[in-house]
């Protein structure tokens, strides 16, 4: 089976015609599906437009061809409308938990959330979900009648539950959340529209999610061979991984080395998306799927690996973490990235003047956690050189992060 080839809408697709619209009601659109409106407005936002200066793994002027939180989004979108459209599901709707999916990433990547995680260590700490969530749910403020993008309660449910559920049926944390609790953000957005942090999201935000890690995976690799983090021969090592560079050599012996990891690499996201399909198709079948409700209601996801792409999975982001995102460069370039954000926090705490005019407003009469969470969404929203930018603007001395 093609992995594109395009099926009949599944039974168990979200569909919008039946969603549970948005917290604001707007008169629909003539030509477009709330879905597909929701992918536009995505697209059109500011903290859409800064994802391509903000971190993936490395800082974006090492070099142009290493991936930005822009280009990692497009990739993962690209997976997951393919996944989408080979199970018959809503593709604008996971092509919208796709593009929304790390909205909420500060600068410099995981740096920026380690750092900015320490600086709220007394308010809740941070989380790049929930910034996600109040990304499109409060900071973005480009409509007349309110603020935020107004997403559907489908999208919506799917940028929370990228990782699953958050809580069991009782309310109580699971996963992630056990041992710190759910962001507060998420649970009051939560009280103003329930997004049923208990139950598994759509199967459309269940192929974003699961092409998240494939896109991962595979570019991650791709970044790291052209960084000289590691070598292909390192691959070789690698099950399945390993088993797909003998094929490419057995096929195409003598390849030039640009050309012989693309070709890994491609074929690598091939698979795990043949892969993907396969599972998901017989996990829905052993569910009978005839609804998105049964998709919701399976006690587990339904568009996943198989247990032996799970363990090929666990094995890359193994080799991967030594190799790369331990690697001692970049933990040199993550030091610095931490200490410039936590310098900048601390800065604006202490004297907020140096904040923007339109972000000194909303700290009249706030309190401690209040006026630490505004600054952090501030932080949260830069991107890479607009922090080094104010850093060197503040202070003294700027990391070149090189």
Not at 237 to 242: E, R
Not at 370 to 389: N, V
Request: glycine letters at 8%.
């Amino acid at each position: 089976m093609a992995v594109t080839a395009a099926r009949p809408r599944a039974p168990y697709a979200a569909d919008p015609e039946r969603g549970r619209g948005r917290l604001h009601a707007e008169p629909p659109s003539a030509t477009r599906s709330d879905f597909r409106r929701d992918c536009d407005r995505i697209i059109h936002s500011s903290a859409f437009r800064r994802l391509a200066y903000k971190t993936q793994v490395f800082v974006p002027h090492e070099g142009d061809h290493y991936r930005t939180r822009l280009t990692h989004t497009l990739e993962v979108t690209q997976i997951a409308r393919s996944l989408a459209r080979a199970l018959g599901l809503d593709e604008d709707l996971a092509e919208g938990s796709a593009l929304a999916h790390d909205l909420g990433h500060p600068p410099f990547g995981h740096a920026g959330e380690r750092a900015l995680d320490r600086c709220l260590a007394d308010h809740g700490g941070f989380d790049h979900n929930a910034q996600t969530l109040g990304v499109v749910t409060r900071l973005e403020r480009r409509y007349a009648e309110f603020d935020g993008l107004n997403l559907t309660w489908d999208t919506l449910e799917g940028l929370v539950k990228h990782n699953g559920p958050l809580t069991d049926r009782a309310g109580a944390p699971v996963g992630r959340y056990a041992a710190h609790g759910v962001a507060a953000a998420i649970l009051d957005y939560c009280r103003m529209q329930d997004l049923e942090l208990w139950r598994h999201a759509s199967a459309e935000a269940q192929a974003g999610a699961i092409a998240d890690d494939i896109a991962y995976d595979a570019h991650d690799i791709d970044d790291g061979l052209r960084a000289g983090l590691f070598t292909i021969a390192d691959l070789g090592a690698l099950p399945f991984v390993g088993d797909i560079l003998a094929e490419v050599d057995r096929l195409h012996p003598g390849l030039d080395p640009a050309r012989r990891a693309h070709e890994v690499v491609r074929r690598l996201i091939t698979r795990m998306i043949e892969d993907v399909l396969a599972e998901s198709t017989r996990r829905l079948a052993a569910i009978a799927a005839r609804s998105a409700a049964d998709v919701r209601d399976a006690g587990g996801p339904v568009v996943a690996f198989s247990p032996a792409m799970t363990a090929t999975d666990a094995a890359i982001k193994a080799f991967l973490l030594p190799r790369m995102y331990r690697h001692e460069r970049v933990m040199r370039i993550m030091g610095d990235a931490e200490r410039l954000v936590a310098e900048l926090f601390a800065h604006y705490s202490a004297e907020p003047q140096a904040l923007p005019e339109e972000w000194r407003h909303g700290l009249e009469g706030a309190d401690g956690g209040q006026r630490a969470r505004h600054i952090a969404d501030f932080i949260a929203g830069m991107t890479d050189r607009f922090a080094l930018m104010e850093h060197a603007r503040l202070f003294d001395s700027t990391p070149e992060l090189r």
